[in-house]
């Protein structure tokens, strides 16, 4: 989606749960959920309720959209034959890559609008994908534990020719003109995503993409490995990063 210069997400900590159940009562399957939506370099803003809005929409809305969904999926993987298995799938991206580490001060209720202006537009970025990263690790325990059939997966794009790069060029090269042609195409930077979804495979936990800023779409994506230091996830930030979430949008239990 083109990204919103004035994104205003609500993460309701009382969301109405007409959806998850109207799709178990209907019997409807839900086989994969995206945890797709995602801004970049926006303004130094508070959501409704006062979070970043970066935050909001990247990570709260997912945690938020997975619980609300997360017995439809169970029902799907207990009910599917032969296959016995839903998937939740995130979008990260290569800049979650790398320190800084998890920080809290990103997830605080009344800290949107006081995050570091406009010169840490990349930063709240960077958390917000990292934050990615380790709810997706975190899931996956929890599934594990649970003994689930539902897995968590997470990918990166790797940078190719959406309007979200031409937002980002805008934004670190005012007046200059993003050349679209000199990166891979929107159907090659769907591929990680594509993998996650659809091969038979994939394992719970696993992340797929390109490593480094740029990503390499003239091949195939590889699997990267989920801890220090290509993605800074550990036990202590999985279970703070849990923790904030919930502080923000209520509890989750798996």
Known sequence: PS?????????NPNPNPKVNAHLVSEGSSLDVLCCNAGIMLQPDAPSVDGYDVTMATNVLSHFLLVRELYHALEKT??????????????????????????????????????LGGTEQSYMRYHHSKLGNLLFTAALDTKLREAGSSVKALVCNPGVCSTDMLVHASSHFSPGKPADLSTVPSVEDGSLAQLKCICDPDVQSGEYWG???????????PMRIALEPPAAFVDEASKAALWA?????VGVFEV
């Not at 990204?3 to 993460?11: E, F, Q």
């Not at 390109?210 to 195939?220: A, D, M, P, Y």
Request: proline letters at 11%; hydrophobic letters at 30%; charged letters at 10%.
């Open 3 to 11: 990204p919103n210069p004035n994104p205003n997400p609500n993460p």
């Open 77 to 114: 993987a207990a009910a599917t034959s032969g296959r016995c298995e839903a998937r939740v799938v995130t979008m990260s991206s290569s800049s979650g890559a790398g320190p800084p580490g998890f920080d809290q001060t990103f997830y605080a209720a009344g800290s949107g609008g006081s």
């Open 244 to 248: 904030a979430c919930e502080a923000a």
């Open 210 to 220: 390109w490593e480094g800023v740029t990503g390499n779409c003239s091949v195939l």
